[in-house]
């Protein structure tokens, strides 16, 4: 039987590991009301890129103006009590040297001057929460990002707390992405030297330019047995929008193996095995340990050696033993592999 054969030769292959991974901004804010009042206007459109200290929304600002006088007011009458205080207890203390008057009096107005500091420092304290809060009347965004849906419209009453959300903002450049590794995959990255991440969409397409690894789980997940792993990536375009699915490729450096077809790999029920060109030009099935896909071929780490014809064609029709015409392959597995996508 006429059979096209490859002729196996071990060369580097880069260590690959494909997984499914979810993307999600690298800061994500709730922006909420710090103070309560009715919303008087919202400054951005939805789904915008603010900047950082943007102002998004306006809030009633009248009560804490008000609220504002009053406590200058109290701050005015404060300072007053704590002058006259202190005039009357540098008027008693040379009567009291002289015991003119009682060292009871004396002590009386030096309480009396630290009693109105104390009022004084206490409405000082009033002005500036009451200037804190009206500053709170106008909501500004924390960082730069992408803004959310405004959950509140104008007209609304807001509150501090749980019922004070009024949207979000997430930062999407750069932006990070979630997958896990199984334990043998993990295992593989602790022993390698990680040189590349990269994000592609299904059909093999690259989405962002290479990424590194900023975090990894110190413990593995007891239900699932994975590793949790993260990646950070550039995202100035918006490439990539928070909660997208996205394939990561990890490059874990190179190791030597053999590149086969993918279709020339078959599987019984003790695994993967290969066609090869046995003694007496014979076909002969191989068990191979097979890695992962590199293009179009399957990365072999075991079970051919260099030289090894590996039969590619007419492999439904091939028996142990059967006697095969070899012919080699117009153009090496390594050639087709290095132009063709995952």
Do not use: C
């Not at 590996?310 to 132009?339: E, H, M, T, W």
């Amino acid at each position: 039987m006429p059979v096209t054969v490859l002729n196996a030769q071990a060369q580097q292959v880069p260590r690959l590991v494909e997984v499914i991974g979810q993307a999600e901004g690298s800061r994500e804010i709730e922006i909420r009301s710090r103070v309560t009042g009715i919303l008087e206007k919202r400054l951005f459109q939805e789904g915008e890129a603010v900047a950082a200290g943007a102002a998004l929304y306006y809030i009633e600002r009248a009560p804490f103006e008000i609220a504002l006088a009053q406590a200058r007011a109290a701050l005015a009458q404060e300072s007053a009590r704590a002058e006259q205080a202190g005039r009357e207890e540098r008027r008693l203390m040379p009567l009291a040297d002289k015991q003119a008057i009682s060292r009871r009096e004396y002590d009386d107005a030096v309480s009396a001057v630290r009693t109105t500091n104390a009022a004084l420092e206490t409405a000082k304290a009033r002005v500036r929460e009451a200037e804190l809060n009206l500053s709170y009347t106008t909501v500004r965004a924390p960082i730069a990002g992408i803004t959310g849906r405004s959950v509140r419209s104008e007209g609304s009453l807001v509150t501090p707390g749980s019922d004070g959300l009024l949207t979000t903002i997430g930062q999407t450049d750069p932006i990070w992405v979630r997958f896990a590794f199984s334990e043998s995959q993990y295992a593989a990255l602790r022993q390698g030297k990680v040189q590349e991440v990269s994000l592609h969409r299904a059909d093999g397409a690259p989405l962002a330019a290479s990424g590194r690894l900023n975090f990894a789980a110190t413990s593995i997940d007891p239900r699932l047995g994975t590793v949790a792993l993260r990646a950070e990536f550039a995202n100035s375009k918006l490439a990539i929008l928070p909660g997208q699915f996205v394939q990561a490729r990890v490059n874990l450096g190179e190791r030597a193996a053999f590149l086969v077809p993918q279709h020339a790999v078959m599987q019984n029920d003790q695994g993967r095995f290969v066609w090869i060109v046995g003694a007496g030009s014979t076909a002969t099935p191989t068990p191979v340990q097979a890695a992962e896909w590199l293009g179009r071929d399957w990365v072999i780490e075991g079970g051919l050696k260099p030289g090894d014809q590996v039969i590619v064609d007419n492999l439904i029709k091939l028996r142990p033993g059967a006697p095969v015409q070899a012919k080699p392959a117009s153009a090496p597995a390594s050639a087709a592999s290095s132009s063709s996508k995952p």
